[in-house]
């Protein structure tokens, strides 16, 4: 056999199309390692084995016959626990969705399945998608694969850490703020969070609607490529869905023209881990040897990127929230009682103990008396970081800085302190915020091997140049 | 008691006038719901209508029927409002078991419709005008089947779930309960003219909340208020806001004060019982719905829709006036309904006499439709069928006694005028020389009726028309026979 953990999503759709492997053996394998590695990492919630072995066979009937395959043809991904997969369970590493089995597929599976990807399995994550460390799930905490005593980063710690590891080649998170980048980061992966309506949200079960992104990460810049190119693009079903002429992504990653990449300074401040530092110093010093110009930019909103993010996504969070209330599927609690005891009971059982926090935060924050204060201004000070993000990319293509303050911390380190694992998110907020594309490229590591990301960042819809900069990066 | 008997002004009792604001919901008439594709449907067996979108599943997201909104811009542009070029979605959020996302998704500070106007009619034939606020649009719930006894649960549908809905905001510029009941009749007019909701409020299509207070004659301040939930009628309407007018006028001469709060409907019983006071309200922290984009509406759009609005009622009715020569009353009646008018129109058409088409429907038709319980857009007498009976009393094939004859047949079988006039062979006599052949007959058989009327005794005239029409069964023409009759005896 292949080494398998090895190859990219774009040698394992060759060598199946080529006769050199099948796709059931493909599947299988990747399978395999989902259920023993992955299990070791924790990084599976389901394992969708009778529809993946299914979609690999339809695949080798195609080569067979010599019909056409996609260009995803057998190549096994794993998909965050929180993309609705018809008949497969959807916990969003809740207990109050332990049981709930969604009778229909997100538009992202319809686009994977029809490019003849196969989705081997459902990955762990922190509930609801709320928590940068994956420590915050019903199903315990995922170990990063490189240094099993640390973080994964999250919330899509699990799908992080099964393509780091070499489970599959390919795996889709979600952002809200930062949560598939900042993972990236720590796991030493490809990591991109689409502009806003990049890749339709039907079927992505929401957290903070206005920020969420379903967003892929990969170990190699044109698998990242190829994959988004697959399933981005308007989709009727997601309004908030952008019709956008996306370029033809995986054939265009070479770039001749030389970019401007700003520097900001509020990105390179206190709190800063110096190895951290060093590895994108580094980045800036290649790149400038390339040929690449860099300017010092300032984004002075900045620092109020995590406390209006605090306001925004709970407050869009406790509606969205609203409807696990045992009524309907899920868990229900002590349902002879009255019915506000059982929406009490029901939600103080299924939830834990971040999400609650979330939901109270959010619900303060819309009260009246307290919405002008609080969402309003929030809502109004987020315009103006759009704003800033604008102007300066009038004047540069990219934006280069840390993914993260520091590499992967120690599993239970920052889990009693709630500021400090908001502030682990502190430099990929502002772009969701914003909309815009962002990137977490593998590129150094800490002195003890842990890797470190660095962050491009661009303006809405110009995600070529993020894979661009990728690619020369990734040479 | 107070009450309303015998008082001169509806608008004040015992030196209270009453104020009342209404808010009305309104299901929209669409095929399908405001934000998926399930067919919006009455009557069909529970939960049968649901997709992942309505049933709230995580995940699904909404999309804008534009339908729903054309539908919401004809009743703006009906009642003389403003349609705002951007509107906003917004989360209503509060918990219950038949709102699945546990928000419904509404319309909160930037509603589709501004302003606009209901101009109605009361009994008396007097003049009323309620200004409108806003019209917004928002999404239905589902039901809940509370349990019966014997039964554990409650239990819930969701077909309903997602239904378009308008919510017609007005001013409290309605000062009695019969203002608002033609407040309303007025409201479900238009609504049914201009297509938008059938107006039923039995079955739920229209619903109607009213915000109730009194004030002493001649103060300007309003009292405090109430709200009034729960009415499922339009007499129900106005029997609420009796009880509930009455309850607040007694309760301030005792030496009390009204509170505010919410009060529902009982119709059973007759009485309003008060289901929260103010402190206890839902904060229902609205917010935009993130899920949706802003509401754009573009000139063009809004022209569109205003080019395919209907003829209102109050427009046709003039037309009528002026056009067919009918009385303004007359005009009124045909134009309760656009079905009715529409009917009317088509047999026009058909008979070529507006004010023997209007006398036909209004007496004749109608009176069968409401006897019958019937449905006149269904009827099996069509507009067409009864022109053309109509067209044969003006061309004089039938008198207007014999078309009477054959209505009453075509209201039990449905076929045509003509094909019954054949059978029963009811084709009236209006040839000269057959009446006058007959006339000289009955002459001749009585000749001293003949003398008795040349000698001035004229009243026998009438015995000699009875005659001719007995020998022809009635087919004479009566007209002529009157005047032939008179020809032959004079000269
Ligand atoms: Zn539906």
Redesign the interface.
């Known amino acids: 056999m292949l080494d398998y953990k090895k190859m990219s999503a774009t040698d394992i759709r060759e060598a199946i199309a080529t006769r050199k492997v099948t796709a059931v053996e493909i599947v299988q394998e990747s399978i395999r390692l989902a259920k023993t590695e992955g299990k070791e990492l924790n990084a599976f919630v389901t394992i969708c084995e009778d529809k993946a072995l299914t979609q690999a066979k339809v695949v080798d009937d195609k080569v067979k016959s010599g019909a056409p395959i996609g260009s995803l043809a057998g190549v096994p991904i794993a998909l965050k626990d929180?993309?609705?997969y018809t008949d497969y369970l959807?916990s969003?590493g809740s207990h109050i969705?332990d049981k709930?089995v969604?009778?229909?597929d997100?538009t992202l599976v319809t686009r994977l399945l029809s490019a003849d990807a196969v989705i081997i399995g459902k990955t762990n994550m922190d509930e609801f998608a709320m928590g940068s460390s994956n420590e915050n799930s019903y199903y315990g905490p995922v170990k990063n694969p490189r240094f099993p005593d640390r973080v994964p980063g999250g919330s899509s710690g699990g799908s992080a850490a099964s393509v780091a590891q070499g489970i599959v080649p390919l795996a889709f998170g979600s952002e809200t703020g930062g949560s598939v980048r900042q993972p990236a980061s720590f796991c030493g992966v490809y990591g991109m969070k689409p502009s806003y309506g990049g890749i339709s949200?039907?079927?992505?079960?929401?957290f903070?609607?206005?920020t969420d992104q379903i967003s892929p990460i990969a170990r190699n810049v044109a698998d990242l490529a190829t994959v988004f190119k697959v399933t981005c693009g308007r989709d009727?079903?997601?309004?908030?869905s952008v019709a956008f002429d996306h370029p033809d992504y995986p054939n265009r990653l070479e770039r001749k023209e030389k970019f401007t990449i700003g520097i900001p300074r509020e990105y390179f401040a206190e709190g800063l881990d110096p190895e951290v530092n060093a590895v994108v110093q580094k980045c800036i010093s290649e790149l400038k040897k390339a040929g690449h110009s860099f300017i010092d930019i300032s984004l002075p909103m900045t620092d109020k990127g995590v406390a209006v993010y605090y306001i925004v996504a709970p407050?869009?969070a406790?509606?969205n929230?609203?409807?696990?209330?045992g009524?309907?599927?899920g868990l229900r609690k002590s349902g002879d009682k009255e019915?506000a005891d059982m929406?009490g009971d029901t939600r103080a059982s299924g939830f834990g103990a971040e999400v609650k926090r979330r939901i109270m935060l959010g619900?303060y924050v819309?009260?009246?008396g307290y919405?002008d204060a609080y969402?309003i201004k929030a809502s109004k000070v987020r315009e103006l970081m759009r704003c800033e993000f604008e102007e300066v990319f009038r004047a540069v293509d990219l934006i280069i800085s840390p993914t993260a303050p520091t590499p992967a911390f120690r599993i239970g380190e920052k889990i009693d302190d709630p500021l400090a694992m908001y502030l682990s998110d502190a430099y990929t907020i502002p772009a969701s915020l914003a909309g815009i594309p962002a990137i977490s490229i593998p590129y150094g590591s800490a002195s003890d091997g842990r890797p470190i990301g660095v962050q491009f960042t661009a303006g809405g819809f110009n995600e070529l140049a993020l894979f661009q900069v990728a690619k020369m990066m990734e040479q | 008691m107070v009450g309303y008997q015998g008082e001169e002004k509806l608008s004040v009792v015992n030196g209270f006038e009453p104020v009342i604001g209404l808010e009305v919901h309104a299901q929209l008439a669409t095929d399908t719901k405001i934000f998926c594709s399930c067919r919006s449907s009455y009557g069909e067996p529970p939960n049968t209508l649901t997709c992942?979108v309505c049933?709230?599943?995580?995940?699904?997201?909404?999309?804008?029927n534009k339908k729903a909104v054309e539908f919401a811009m004809r009743m703006i542009l009906a009642t003389g409002g403003q349609i705002q070029p951007r509107s906003v979605f917004a989360?209503k959020?509060y918990?219950y078991?038949d709102l699945?996302?546990?928000?419904q998704i509404s319309q909160f500070d930037k509603p589709v419709g501004l302003d606009g106007v209901i101009k109605y009619r009361l009994e008396s034939g007097e003049e009323k005008v309620c200004r409108l606020i806003r019209i917004h649009l928002e999404e239905d719930a589902g039901k809940s089947l509370h349990p019966e006894a014997g039964e554990a649960y409650t239990r819930?549908d969701l077909n309903r779930c997602g239904t378009p809905l308008i919510e017609i905001v007005a001013h409290a510029d309605i000062r009695s309960p019969q203002e608002a009941y033609a407040y309303l009749l007025k409201l479900k007019q238009i609504l049914q003219y201009t297509g938008v909701c059938t107006g039923d409020m039995e079955k739920g299509h229209l619903r109607c909340d009213a915000n109730v207070s009194v004030r002493p004659e001649g103060q300007e301040k309003f009292g405090t208020r109430t709200e009034v939930k729960n009415m499922n009628s339009f007499k129900g309407v106005e029997r609420a806001l009796n009880y509930e007018i009455t309850r607040q006028i007694e309760l301030i001469r005792s030496g009390g004060s009204v509170t505010q709060a919410t009060l529902l409907w009982d119709e059973k019983r007759g009485v309003a019982e008060m289901m929260r006071t103010k402190e206890e309200s839902h904060?229902y922290?609205?917010?935009p719905e993130?899920?949706?984009?802003n509401l754009v509406v573009s000139h063009d759009w809004m022209e569109e829709v205003r080019r395919n609005l209907p003829e209102l009622p109050d427009a046709r009715a003039e037309r009528f006036v002026s056009a067919y020569g009918i009385r303004e009353y007359d005009a009124q009646v045909l134009t309760a309904t656009r079905d009715l008018a529409d009917y009317y129109e088509e047999v026009v058409t058909h008979a070529g006499d507006p004010k023997a088409a209007s006398n036909w429907v209004q007496t004749e038709l109608l009176g069968v439709i409401n006897a019958a319980g019937e449905n006149i857009a269904t009827y099996k007498v069509r507009p067409n069928m009864l022109g053309e009976l109509i067209s044969k009393i003006g061309s004089g094939e039938l008198s207007g006694k014999m078309a009477k004859i054959v209505f009453e047949e075509m209201t039990v079988s449905g076929r045509k005028a003509g094909e019954i006039i054949k059978e029963k062979g009811l084709v009236q006599i209006s040839d000269d020389t057959a009446i006058l052949k007959i006339i000289d007959e009955i002459l001749a058989a009585s000749p001293d009726n003949v003398a008795k009327y040349r000698s001035g005794k004229t009243n026998v005239f009438g015995f000699f028309v009875g005659q001719v029409m007995k020998a022809t069964k009635g087919q004479a023409n009566p007209e002529m026979v009157n005047k032939l009759l008179k020809e032959k005896l004079d000269g």
Do not use: H, M
Not at chain 1, 236 to 240: A, I, V
Not at chain 2, 100 to 103: A, L, N, Q, S, W
Not at chain 2, 290 to 293: G, K, M, N, Y
């Open positions: 929180n993309i609705s959807c969003c969705l709930y969604p009778p229909y997100a949200r039907y079927g992505l079960v929401a903070a609607s206005s009727p079903r997601d309004s908030t407050a869009e406790s509606a929230l609203a409807r696990f209330d009524v309907k599927y019915l929406y619900t819309l009260s009246s919405y969402y | 992942p049933l709230g599943l995580p995940g699904a997201l909404p999309v804008l989360r959020n918990f078991p699945p996302k546990g928000y819930v904060d922290r609205y917010f993130p899920d949706l984009v």
